[in-house]
């Protein structure tokens, strides 16, 4: 007796979302590539009410680590060869990486358990940014999940690249120190770790870590909503300014929903209106 139905080739997979992770990482920016365990800080997973996932959670206390299988739902289109923000600027199959830019946009994460209240999972550090739609939850068995001893290609090699001490120091200008203040003072913005952390290793331009020489000759690293101004020179990185990563005509459009720290970008301009986007050679209004 032959099958009729479609074959396995021409069939979708329509997939529902049990819940959807809250976070103060809004950004890709603010979620790290891989989260540092040794950090304190929490998340919650939001389980979505009427499908008695009250139920599938029992017993799930007890396990001190899940995994979750969750949806790149910010990258519309894949590649088939990526460029890792790790390691050369070297582009990868990728399958040998994990860049979101998949065919089928699904990430999974191993995450640490703090607690189960209800519909809501207490979550350790995570790489998922606020709003990511999670498919599924399954328990971290050490037993069968952890394999250290396995080889990581690529990977390894960076990651002995990594454990070497960093190529460039990091300073900052009175004026970029002055700036870093206001914006934690005013309005609880820090990452002056993030971009030591970035520019120690290779302040070299790079697309995936937001690195750049604009049209202008300046280097420049996106920050989320910002950028930090910076010089090379030897071993050592000035980071002279930062700025508002978007021009003022996008900051007052409030057409334009997605643009973050908009409010304290434009307090910003008002504070440093040095700092205001200049127009790029042959792009003036």
Same mark, same amino acid.
């Given at each position: 007796?032959?099958?009729?139905?479609?074959?396995?080739?021409?069939?979708?997979?329509?997939?529902?979302?049990?819940?959807?992770?809250?976070?103060?990482?809004?950004?890709?920016?603010?979620?790290?590539?891989?989260?540092?365990?040794?950090?304190?800080?929490?998340?919650?997973?939001?389980?979505?009410?009427?499908?008695?996932?009250?139920?599938?959670?029992?017993d799930?206390?007890?396990?001190?680590?899940?995994?979750?299988?969750w949806?790149?739902?910010?990258?519309?289109?894949?590649?088939?060869?990526?460029?890792?923000?790790?390691g050369?600027?070297?582009?990868?199959?990728?399958?040998?990486? @994990?860049?979101?830019?998949? %065919?089928? #946009?699904?990430?999974?994460?191993?995450? =640490?358990?703090?607690?189960?209240? *209800?519909?809501? /999972?207490?979550?350790?550090?995570?790489?998922?940014?606020?709003?990511?739609?999670v498919?599924?939850?399954?328990?971290?068995?050490?037993?069968?999940?952890?394999?250290?001893?396995?080889?990581?290609?690529?990977?390894?090699?960076?990651?002995?690249?990594?454990?070497?001490?960093?190529?460039?120091?990091?300073?900052?200008?009175?004026?970029?120190?002055?700036?870093?203040?206001?914006?934690?003072?005013?309005?609880?913005?820090?990452?002056?770790?993030?971009?030591?952390? @970035?520019?120690?290793?290779? %302040?070299? #331009?790079?697309r995936?870590?937001?690195? =750049?020489?604009?049209?202008?000759? *300046?280097?420049? /690293?996106?920050?989320?909503?910002?950028?930090?101004?910076?010089?090379?020179?030897?071993?050592?990185?000035?980071?002279?300014?930062?700025?508002?990563?978007?021009?003022?005509?996008?900051?007052?459009?409030?057409?334009?929903?997605r643009?973050?720290?908009?409010e304290?970008?434009?307090?910003?301009?008002?504070?440093?209106?040095?700092?205001?986007?200049?127009?790029?050679?042959?792009?003036?209004?």
């Open positions: 007796m032959s099958d009729t139905g479609p074959s396995p080739e021409s069939k979708t997979l329509t997939l529902d979302p049990i819940g959807f992770v809250r976070s103060g990482q809004r950004l890709k920016f603010d979620a790290r590539h891989q989260p540092r365990e040794t950090e304190t800080e929490s998340h919650i997973l939001e389980l979505v009410p009427g499908r008695d996932l009250e139920l599938a959670l029992r799930l206390a007890g396990f001190s680590r899940i995994w979750l299988i949806w790149f739902d910010r990258n519309p289109t894949w590649r088939p060869l990526v460029l890792p923000p790790q050369p600027a070297t582009r990868r199959g990728v399958f040998s990486t @994990r860049s979101p830019h998949r %065919p089928n #946009p699904i990430g999974i994460t191993p995450v =640490r358990l703090l607690a189960v209240e *209800r519909r809501r /999972l207490i979550l350790g550090p995570c790489d998922l940014v606020d709003g990511t739609p498919f599924d939850i399954k328990p971290y068995i050490p037993a069968y999940d952890s394999f250290p001893g396995e080889q990581a290609g690529w990977w390894d090699e960076v990651q002995a690249e990594l454990a070497q001490p960093p190529a460039f120091r990091v300073v900052f200008s009175a004026n970029a120190a002055t700036q870093l203040q206001w914006l934690r003072e005013h309005w609880q913005i820090e990452f002056e770790s993030r971009v030591v952390e @970035r520019l120690e290793r290779d %302040p070299t #331009p790079h995936t870590r937001r690195i =750049r020489r604009t049209l202008a000759g *300046r280097m420049e /690293l996106g920050c989320g909503g910002w950028r930090a101004i910076f010089e090379v020179s030897g071993s050592e990185v000035n980071v002279t300014s930062i700025e508002p990563g978007y021009p003022r005509r996008f900051l007052e459009n409030l057409h334009l929903t643009v973050p720290d908009r304290a970008q434009l307090a910003y301009l008002e504070r440093f209106p040095e700092t205001a986007m200049p127009p790029e050679p042959g792009l003036e209004a």
